[in-house]
DNA sequence: GGTGTTTGCCAACATCTGTTGACATCCCTC
DNA sequence: GAGGGATGTCAACAGATGTTGGCAAACACC
């Protein structure tokens, strides 16, 4: 449930506008649908539908269908900083934790991975996830710096792997495992790929 | 480089027919369509254009689009036997590397998670593949027969992240990675999905 | 050589898509 | 209370999509 985050389209700046009701109906309804149908067939009139307004105003709003993704699909993985010399070698399951927290309770995510696998600007926006937010994380913890995409890429296959196969694909062994499980078993993966020595 | 299956619709039976070149053409346009573009976008005009031939052809040897698809989508990962006592130790190994052959020269596989993730009948497909053809595969190396599901499921997010980040989304860090690498990382992370004692 | 089936192309259909513009209505300001 | 901008509704557009049926040519078989 991410609510009404303030102001829709441009955050942290301007007047209260009288139509940030509707902008954020809007917004709630094409993260929905993006989350379950994926660009293609979330459609305007079906997302216009569920956030109960006319189709013309998403495009008032938005501009066009690929301005209301990128309004609607705006990610913080807000990940922990993990670079004190305790929480370092805890690195891996502290990631892993936190990222199961996070696409749990947040659809944004599974609309991203949706749209990210269709669709060019939506693949655009992972690898900018990965660059600006998982990336800095592997350097926090990366003994050599030079090695720092690398393991951040592995750390992604595995985290976006869990995802794909629990959240998207919903594959009944995956969906069937409990979140300790699922930890216990990850969180030395991910620490090794990012503290390991390269093998 | 798949090229021409025998008999595209009804493998290993029945006598070939005149038609057989234009329906292997539709399979393999449809097969680089559905990989590049996913379900929705992969149009059948597109595909028909690609092949030479008209749309109507099309749904003439695949009654529809979801025909269409299933016939060109169908996957065998011809995963190797791990169950001998030596490639037991090793099956990380042999199934990384594996795996990797098969994405590297098939496109189908490609397709079909592009199309798995926003496609209910793809994303059956998936879980099909999962259960009758991974599954065993952990079994012939697993101790704990109950744990072979979660094990499997295991070993299918690492593997499918590794596909999904470097063969769909194509993330610079992840497509930049040494085929030796990924074996030397991913391998143990397999076999301790596989043969590790429970955590 | 005539017959029936297969193969292919063409035109069309109904529907859905993103998108646009005109018009009515509300609310705030002077 | 009049004016003006914001908000919302309605109808329509142009194009694309899956799908269908009719019709000409090529072929196989007697």
């Given at each position: 449930m991410n609510g009404s985050d303030s102001t829709?389209?441009?955050?942290?700046?301007?007047?209260?506008?009288?139509?940030?009701?509707?902008?954020?109906a809007i917004l709630a309804a094409a993260r929905e649908r993006f989350a379950t149908d994926g660009y293609e067939r979330a459609t305007i009139r079906a997302i216009a539908k569920d956030a109960n307004?006319?189709?013309?105003?998403?495009?008032?709003?938005?501009?066009?269908?690929?301005?209301?993704f990128a309004a609607a699909v705006a990610i913080d993985l807000r990940l922990p900083?993990?670079?004190?010399?305790?929480?370092?070698?805890?690195?891996?399951?502290?990631?892993?934790?936190?990222?199961?927290?996070?696409?749990?309770?947040?659809?944004?995510?599974?609309?991203?991975?949706?749209?990210?696998?269709?669709?060019q600007a939506g693949a655009e926006r992972m690898q900018g996830i990965l660059r600006d937010q998982l990336l800095p994380v592997a350097r926090q913890?990366?003994?050599?710096?030079?090695?720092?995409?690398?393991?951040?890429?592995?750390?992604?296959?595995?985290?976006l792997g869990l995802a794909l196969t629990r959240y998207v694909l919903r594959m009944p062994p995956a969906v069937g495992l409990a979140r300790a499980e699922i930890v216990a078993w990850l969180a030395p993966t991910v620490q090794r790929y990012l503290t390991a020595p390269s093998p």
């Open positions: 829709p389209t441009a955050p942290g700046s301007g007047a209260p506008r009288r139509s940030d009701a509707t902008r954020g307004i006319d189709p013309s105003m998403v495009m008032r709003y938005y501009r066009n269908k690929e301005g209301l900083d993990v670079s004190g010399a305790d929480r370092r070698q805890d690195a891996g399951r502290i990631l892993v934790e936190h990222f199961l927290d996070m696409w749990e309770n947040n659809e944004v995510l599974t609309a991203l991975l949706r749209v990210g696998v269709t669709n913890v990366c003994p050599d710096l030079e090695q720092v995409p690398a393991r951040a890429a592995l750390m992604a296959s595995q985290l």
